[in-house]
C-alpha cells in the first residue's frame, strides 16, 4: 500500500485547509484509515479516523473543527478554524486489522506526511 498526503500549506489562525491522503495498492483489505500528526519534541498523535465499516472519530482537540471524509482509495481531512496548536507535520495512515484506530503502532501504512503550519 502507497499513501500519498497533500493539502498542507501556511495559514493564519481561524483560517482553513483540506488535507488529502490518495491510497494505492491493497487497500481493499484494510480496516480503515487515520490522520495523525507530529510536532517537533513531540509524539505522534491521533487526529481522526475513518473505519470502512461506519463512523467517525475525533481526538478532543479537533472534535468540532476538523472533519475526516472519504472512500477506501482518497481521504480528506478537512480542517477549519484553526489554531496555532495545530502546527504539526500531519500523516495519513492505514490501518489493516482494526487493532486500536488512536493509537499509532497499530497503523501498517504511512504516507510521506505533509506540513501544516498556523500563524498567530
Known amino acids: 500500500v502507497q499513501l500519498q498526503a497533500c493539502g498542507g500549506g501556511l495559514v493564519q489562525a481561524g483560517g482553513s485547509l483540506r488535507l488529502s491522503c490518495a491510497a494505492s495498492?491493497?487497500?481493499?483489505?484494510?480496516?480503515?484509515m487515520g490522520w495523525f500528526r507530529q510536532s517537533p519534541g513531540k509524539e505522534r498523535e491521533f487526529v481522526a479516523a475513518?473505519?470502512?465499516?461506519?463512523g467517525t472519530y475525533y481526538a478532543d482537540s479537533v472534535k468540532g473543527r476538523f472533519t475526516i471524509s472519504g472512500d477506501i482509495t482518497t481521504v480528506y481531512l478537512q480542517m477549519n478554524s484553526l489554531k496555532p496548536e495545530d502546527t504539526a507535520v500531519y500523516y495519513c495512515?492505514?490501518?489493516?486489522?482494526?487493532?486500536?484506530?488512536?493509537?499509532?503502532?497499530?497503523?501498517?501504512?504511512w504516507g510521506q506526511g505533509t506540513q501544516v503550519t498556523v500563524s498567530s
Open positions: 495512515a492505514v490501518d489493516r486489522y482494526g487493532l486500536g484506530l488512536f493509537t499509532a503502532k497499530t497503523y501498517d501504512y
Open positions: 495498492g491493497r487497500t481493499l483489505s484494510s480496516y480503515g
Open positions: 475513518i473505519p470502512w465499516s461506519g
